[in-house]
C-alpha cells in the first residue's frame, strides 16, 4: 500500500503489466493485465513480508530490510529474485550529535562499557530492527546495551529520554539530522531497496510456477529493454560487413 504500491505499480506497467484494482481505488486486491492467473493482494510492506515467511502468498514486492528482520534465516525461508530499483533506505546505528568523541562502532562499545559502570544498567537502544540490530551488535562485540523496542517515531527516542542510541532507517538523513542524531561511520547494518521475493514454503505446483516464469520473463524483457539501444543509420556493404564484425547486430 501507499507510496511502494505506486512505485510497484508504475514499475510492472513499465513492464507491460498494468496492476488494476478488483474494487475501486480504495481496494485491497488487484490483477495483472495478460496474466490471469495472478491475484494480487495489496498489503503493507510488514505484512508483505509476513505473508512471505508463512508461505501465504507465492510472490511479493517489499523491502529487503523487513525481509531480514522478519526473517533472519532468510535464505532457508525466502528467494529475492529482483531488486527493483526503488524504495532505497539505509538501516543505520545512530547516535545524539552532542557525542562528538563517538563516531564509530568501536567507540559506540566503549560508551556502552562506560555507561554500564556510571549507571548501573545498559544503554539502551531504540528500534523496530530487533534482530538486524542483535546481530550488527553482535558482530561489533558490544554487548553491554538493551533493546527498547520502537512502536512509533525511533528517531524521537533520545530526545524523549526513551534511549540513548537508536537503529533505524533512512534514506537522507535530514530526519535523523534534524532530531540532533548523526550516523556512526561504520553504522550501516544494511542498505535496502524494493525486492521481488518468492516464498520457499508456499505451495507452488505446476500453474504457479508456470505463471511465475511468465511473470519473470516479463521483468527480464524489461531489464533488457532498459539496456538496450537501437541505432539506425544507412551503411554501404563494406560498412555493414565491418559493423557486423565488431560483433554488433546489424538490420
Known amino acids: 500500500k501507499g507510496r511502494l504500491q505506486e512505485q510497484a505499480s508504475a514499475y510492472f506497467a513499465d513492464a507491460g503489466m498494468a496492476l488494476k484494482s478488483s474494487a475501486g481505488a480504495r481496494g485491497y486486491r488487484a490483477t495483472v493485465a495478460g496474466l490471469p492467473g495472478i491475484d494480487v493482494m495489496l498489503l503493507s510492506a510488514s505484512e508483505i513480508a509476513a505473508a512471505l515467511v508463512a508461505g501465504d502468498v507465492h510472490l511479493g514486492i517489499t523491502g529487503e530490510d523487513l525481509l531480514r528482520e522478519t526473517a533472519p534465516e532468510l535464505e532457508s525461508r525466502i528467494a529475492l529474485l529482483h531488486p527493483l530499483g526503488f524504495g ?24 556502552c562499557a562506560a555507561f554500564a559502570h556510571r549507571h548501573r544498567r545498559r544503554l539502551r537502544v531504540a528500534t523496530k530492527y530487533t534482530h538486524l540490530t542483535r546481530g550488527f551488535f553482535a558482530r561489533a562485540g558490544i554487548s553491554d546495551y538493551r533493546i527498547v523496542e520502537s512502536a512509533g517515531a525511533t528517531e524521537g527516542a533520545p530526545t524523549a529520554g526513551t534511549a540513548e542510541v537508536i537503529v533505524d532507517i533512512t534514506s537522507t538523513g535530514a530526519t535523523l539530522a534534524a532530531n540532533g542524531l548523526k550516523v556512526l561511520d561504520d553504522g550501516t547494518i544494511l542498505e535496502s531497496q524494493a525486492h521481488l521475493a518468492a516464498s520457499l514454503s508456499a505451495d507452488w505446483d505446476e500453474a504457479a510456477r508456470s505463471t511465475a516464469k511468465a511473470l519473470l520473463s516479463r521483468i527480464g524483457a524489461r531489464e533488457r529493454a532498459k539496456a538496450s539501444h537501437v541505432l539506425r543509420v544507412r551503411l554501404d556493404g563494406d560498412a555493414r560487413k565491418a559493423i557486423a564484425a565488431l560483433g554488433f547486430k546489424v538490420l
Request: charged share 15%; aromatic share 8%; net charge negative.
Open 88 to 111: 532505497f533506505a539505509n538501516v543505520v546505528v545512530a547516535v545524539p550529535q552532542a557525542w562528538i568523541d563517538v563516531a564509530s562502532m568501536a567507540d559506540l562499545d566503549d560508551v
